[in-house]
């Protein structure tokens, strides 16, 4: 019914696949055509995010360069392919990551991206699909190219949904809230007038079709229909790009500091560098605000969620951190990790996908699951946190080892932050428990998510009482800042993302597994530059007292 409607609404606009207008749509404003709702993923927001997240889905980026070398913004992408104002079946766009399956489809390895019909004409993807399906199922493993394979095939499902109609439900239910919606009648005449203007580039038309035509479906279920100040908060969320402003604004930041550090009289310096860190924390802050009020709920149920969290956190507890002892190493320290974190997330879209989905039904309405979170996350930051600390002292002794060891203040600070986290991780493990026992009826069972939470907390406390203990130096202690946090890695990503095993299943994806292991081989690379430096120079001071001594002897 769904693509009868569709293909009976296109033909009253009157253009096809083979008759494509000749006006071009880049510039009309598409505001309130993003501010319409549909129904999409479980949730209801307006198409200007479902047009986002669909054309990522897509391609894995958030705009379309097509053959041509048009920029495709995603609401003009997602009007135009289902209008058919371009031949989107032959556009190579549908994004397949993995290199093992593109070589067993027999398709062009040089190629990332492949057109819809080449990917539905291959019997071989669907053979591949089919078995991965009923390995899930039946709740087998699956290796890389199945899931790739499974998510080439959604991929697939997504772009044909939009051109032939049926993901365009923006028609409530007159009933139930709960009903699923519809696709729109093409008798419509506000839907009628709006397409027809977006095909001959009417901005104005096409603008006040867009609002007359949410008025009239909003008048048709008033209580299910979101309202206005919900839409246009989304909406704006999605065009602020808080997160990607605090990006640029931690980057100057950081460049600011480190020259005001490399400088003798660098006071000025430092305070714009410490203002501007500001502002980008001001933006971050608001940009988690906003997906709050969005979702309703805290930032607890997906690895982008958590990072942006957690990359706040950091930069925050380095700012506390910078008021408390007014040392801008806490800032040199933190604002490397949350730049590298939040780069992380806006390069990788497709393995850490920023789309707000609705709880799975073990989260709804727990309160211990939002503090169990929000403890380990934060205690996540701290760690993260004295891991750039780590990385600062393990230069400083790689470059001038006698300096660094007489620096007392560096490594009591180090220690804060290691106690700080370590403080949060047990809290957080305790809590995770008294959760665990609300939702499966047992405080502790050895999942996998728990027992990398309890290694990575043993590893800390290790580090820390071996420290008071004297079972090693202040080095031997930022060695550990550095080398422990690939525990917390472990427990963060690994078990979500490598493992993918236990009842923590709501927080699984696929993909980074290549920047993460190239990042723990340099660091690890790096502890044991650090660690031969320092011995060197050790060594080489005990040498020289040797002669000394001998010198001496024989003087006397």
Not at 92 to 118: C, H
Request: with cysteine; charged share 15%.
């Amino acid at each position: 019914m769904f693509v009868a409607a569709a293909s009976m609404l296109f033909g009253s606009v009157g253009y096809g696949q083979s008759d494509p207008p000749a006006a071009n749509s880049g510039g009309l404003d598409f505001k309130q055509f993003g501010l319409l709702a549909i129904q999409d993923g479980g949730r209801r927001k307006p198409i200007d995010t479902f047009a986002r997240e669909t054309l990522i889905r897509i391609t894995g980026r958030s705009t379309y360069t097509d053959q041509a070398g048009r920029k495709w913004q995603p609401n003009d992408f997602v009007l135009s392919a289902l209008l058919g104002t371009r031949d989107w079946k032959n556009e190579p766009m549908i994004l397949i990551s993995s290199g093992q399956l593109i070589e067993q489809l027999g398709l062009d390895k040089t190629q990332r991206r492949f057109s819809f019909a080449q990917l539905t004409g291959s019997a071989e993807l669907q053979r591949i699909a089919s078995e991965a399906r009923a390995l899930k199922r039946a709740e087998k493993p699956l290796d890389r190219v199945q899931q790739e394979a499974l998510s080439g095939n959604d991929r697939l499902a997504v772009l044909g949904n939009v051109m032939n109609g049926n993901a365009l439900l923006i028609v409530p239910s007159p009933q139930k809230e709960t009903d699923a919606w519809m696709v729109p009648d093409p008798a419509l005449a506000e839907l009628t007038k709006m397409m027809r203007a977006y095909t001959q580039a009417d901005t104005f038309n096409f603008s006040s079709a867009a609002r007359q035509l949410q008025d009239n479906l909003r008048a048709l279920s008033p209580s299910i229909y979101p309202q206005e100040r919900q839409l246009r908060l989304e909406y704006f969320y999605n065009h602020f790009e808080g997160f990607y402003r605090a990006i640029w604004c931690y980057g100057i930041a950081l460049v600011i500091l480190i020259a005001a550090h490399l400088r003798k009289r660098g006071g000025a310096l430092q305070i714009l560098g410490v203002g501007i860190a500001l502002l980008g924390l001001a933006f971050q802050a608001s940009g988690i605000v906003m997906r709050c009020l969005i979702a309703g709920r805290p930032p607890v149920t997906n690895m982008y969620e958590s990072i942006i969290w957690v990359s706040f956190a950091v930069s925050f507890f380095g700012m506390i951190f910078f008021a408390r002892y007014r040392t801008p190493v806490y800032l040199l320290a933190a604002l490397p990790v949350t730049l590298t974190a939040l780069l992380l997330v806006h390069q990788m879209p497709i393995a850490m996908p920023s789309s707000i989905d609705p709880l799975v039904p073990v989260l709804r309405d727990n309160f211990w699951l939002t503090i169990h979170v929000l403890t380990i996350t934060l205690s996540y930051a701290a760690f993260a946190l004295a891991m750039g600390f780590g990385h600062i002292l393990l230069w400083r002794y790689a470059r001038n080892p006698a300096a660094a060891r007489a620096d007392a203040p560096m490594h009591f600070w180090l220690y804060r932050v290691l106690q700080l986290g370590v403080l949060l991780l047990a809290a957080g493990t305790i809590l995770g428990g008294v959760w665990a026992n609300y939702s499966w009826g047992r405080f502790w069972g050895w999942d996998p998510k728990e027992t990398w939470a309890l290694i990575a907390l043993l590893c800390y406390i290790l580090a820390l009482h071996g420290r008071l203990a004297g079972w090693w130096t202040q080095f031997g202690l930022a060695v550990a800042s550095v080398v422990c946090f690939l525990a917390v890695l472990m427990a963060w990503y690994g078990v979500n993302f490598v493992l993918g095993k236990g009842l923590h299943s709501y927080g699984f994806g696929i993909g980074g597994e290549t920047y993460v292991a190239i990042f723990v081989v340099l660091d690890l690379l790096f502890v044991a530059f650090a660690i031969w430096r320092c011995r060197r120079s050790a060594g080489s001071v005990a040498e020289l007292r040797e002669i000394k001594a001998q010198r001496a002897s024989v003087y006397l």
